[in-house]
Structure formats: structure tokens, C-alpha cells
């Protein structure tokens, strides 16, 4: 496992205490699970994706991420409609152990309110969370 130090939490990036991650591209968001948790997961074998037009409320659970440890659950950062899902996981799960933040997204969604984003914690609070809860 990494030590906090080493995890890697892109500036341009919005987290939730879940450990997901958003980063907003225009209209659209995409959505994965941070550094650390993929971390502590261990190697992902499967990921569960909902369906695209499926629409989800901030904090409802969008789907599971299994590893070799175990299966968690994924919440929803901010309420918005899937626009897409990431189908290389389905081949390929390990990408969100490999590139969390670019290959191993999970959902691309469209956010209700695009300003929901900005009221998430940012990289240096998040890294304070981390630090709070070792």
C-alpha cells in the first residue's frame, strides 16, 4: 500500500469523503474512485456500471467495484444523468488500478447543477480527510 504521500490527488479534481472522484469537462462530468481507494481496494477484478440514462442522486449508490479483498459500493458525487460508461473496464478492470483519474474512469454524467462540482472537496482538503482518518 501506498503511504498518504504518495497518493496521487490531481488538483483539477473534486472528491468525496466516498473516495470518488469528479472532474467536469463542459456540461459533462466524469466520474471514477480516487488513488487511494483504488489503493486500498487492491487489484479490481470487476466493475458494475449502470445503464446510460439511468439518473442518480447525490450520495444513491451507482454501482460496485470488486477486488480480490472485497466489493464496495459507489456513490453518487453530485446528482446527474450517465451519459456513458467506460466500457474498456469491462476487458480491462485493472485500468482503474493503472490510471484512476484518465483510463480508468467509470461514468460520464450530466450534473444537474454543473455548481454542485465546485462545492466538493478539493485535492488538499481531500488529502486532509485522508490524513485525518489514517
Given amino acids: 500500500m501506498k503511504d498518504l504521500d504518495q497518493v ?16 467536469m ?3 459533462a ?11 486500498q ?9 449502470p445503464a446510460e440514462g439511468a439518473h442518480f442522486k447525490a450520495g444513491e449508490e451507482f454501482g460496485t467495484v470488486e477486488s480480490i ?11 446527474g444523468t450517465v451519459r456513458t460508461v467506460n466500457s474498456a473496464l469491462e476487458d480491462a478492470p485493472t485500468l482503474v488500478n493503472v490510471e ?8 460520464c454524467i450530466t450534473p444537474d447543477n454543473p455548481d454542485d ?13 485522508l490524513a ?3
Fill in 8 to 23: 496521487e490527488l490531481p488538483e483539477n479534481i473534486r472528491y468525496t469523503s466516498e473516495h470518488v472522484w469528479l472532474r
Fill in 25 to 27: 469537462d463542459g456540461e
Fill in 29 to 39: 462530468a466524469l466520474v471514477g474512485i480516487s488513488d487511494f481507494a483504488q489503493d
Fill in 41 to 49: 481496494l487492491g487489484e479490481i477484478a470487476f466493475v458494475d456500471l
Fill in 69 to 79: 479483498k472485497s466489493v464496495s459500493s459507489l456513490y453518487m458525487p453530485v446528482s
Fill in 100 to 107: 484512476p483519474y484518465t483510463e480508468g474512469w467509470m461514468i
Fill in 117 to 129: 462540482a465546485a462545492a466538493m472537496t478539493d485535492a488538499a482538503a481531500y488529502r486532509a480527510l
Fill in 132 to 134: 485525518d482518518n489514517a
